[in-house]
């Protein structure tokens, strides 16, 4: 019996797929196009490396604020009072009562000032954003606050900014505070004298360095509270042998390399930590603050207690 001949049995498939002559076509017509699995895993990731990151540090942001720093600062001054060797000064700033901060967050603070068993302490204006109603409930928290020599304070900017700054005077005499705006205080030890000095705000206030000085012998050491840093260089001339200020929020934001982003005026100078001033060496101690503005947050810029330790160049010719 003959065979029935196979269709096309003379040509197998991967036969088929062959190509038998010398033409240059390709097999498969068209352009080519990348599709590199490992490039576009890269990209991948790096896009949710990007978001994640961006993700946490939003999120730190918004939890460093909880942070509190507590910077302890130790200052030989030439002239001080041998009889204060030691003095422990609790220094906070820019409570901004009212935005993102309250009875709450202060009760915290004033458990950790009552731990550094404070001698003074000063606070350097800004206790409200802006309306004096969120004061009120923390006035018994402020009141709470005690040191050995008294404790001090001046306006900010911001506290004149609702203009309800009478109503914020008033809470800082109920609380305790001496409130400074263009005086002192002086404060007495084994016959030796210091004076406490705070002047009103410079950007919405009046201040007078000479009327604050007014009366005190030229021997007496002298300590300067102004909310602006950067009028250091306006308050060196009358004899201060130190300035706390406060108003920078260190930058509130900050970068590596970078620093502070954006300070606000009287605090494009001296923004954190402690400066001196290029004329009379006066030195500056600028607290970060401890409320915030503006934005609800902080970055790499933590919010700041400071506690300095006073002690006279003097002390080891003391008798």
Not at 10 to 30: A, I, M, N, V, Y
């Amino acid at each position: 019996m003959g065979q029935t001949p196979r269709s096309h049995s003379s040509s197998s498939p991967s036969r088929r797929l062959s190509r038998t002559d010398s033409s240059k076509e390709p097999l498969f017509p068209g352009e080519e196009k990348d599709h590199d699995p490992s490039r576009r895993s890269f990209q991948l990731r790096k896009i949710i490396m990007t978001l994640g990151a961006s993700v946490l540090t939003l999120g730190y942001a918004l939890w460093e604020p909880r942070l509190l720093q507590i910077s302890h600062i130790n200052l030989k001054l030439p002239s001080f009072p041998v009889s204060f060797n030691g003095l422990r000064i609790v220094h906070f700033s820019d409570a901004h009562l009212g935005f993102h901060t309250g009875m709450k967050e202060l009760s915290k603070l004033a458990a950790r000032i009552k731990e550094q068993q404070p001698d003074l302490i000063c606070f350097t204006g800004d206790m409200v954003e802006r309306q004096a109603a969120p004061m009120r409930e923390c006035v018994p928290v402020l009141a709470s606050m005690t040191a050995k020599y008294g404790k001090f304070a001046v306006l900010g900017n911001h506290d004149y900014r609702g203009q309800q700054q009478q109503d914020v005077k008033n809470m800082f005499q109920e609380a305790g505070f001496t409130l400074l705006c263009n005086e002192h205080v002086i404060i007495e030890k084994d016959g030796d004298q210091l004076a406490v000095t705070g002047l009103d705000d410079a950007l919405t206030g009046s201040p007078d360095p000479e009327t604050a000085v007014a009366g005190l012998k030229q021997h007496v050491w002298k300590m300067l509270l102004m909310h602006e840093p950067d009028y250091a260089d306006y308050a060196a001339p009358y004899g201060f042998g130190l300035q706390l200020s406060g108003h920078s929020h260190g930058g509130q934001v900050r970068f590596p390399w970078f620093g502070a982003m954006t300070t606000p005026r009287g605090s494009r100078k001296y923004i954190q930590g402690l400066h001196y001033t290029s004329r009379h060496q006066m030195p500056v101690y600028v607290n970060r603050g401890f409320g915030m503005t503006l934005l609800p947050i902080r970055f790499l810029c933590r919010p700041e207690l400071t506690v300095l330790h006073l002690h006279s160049d003097n002390e080891s010719n003391h008798s």
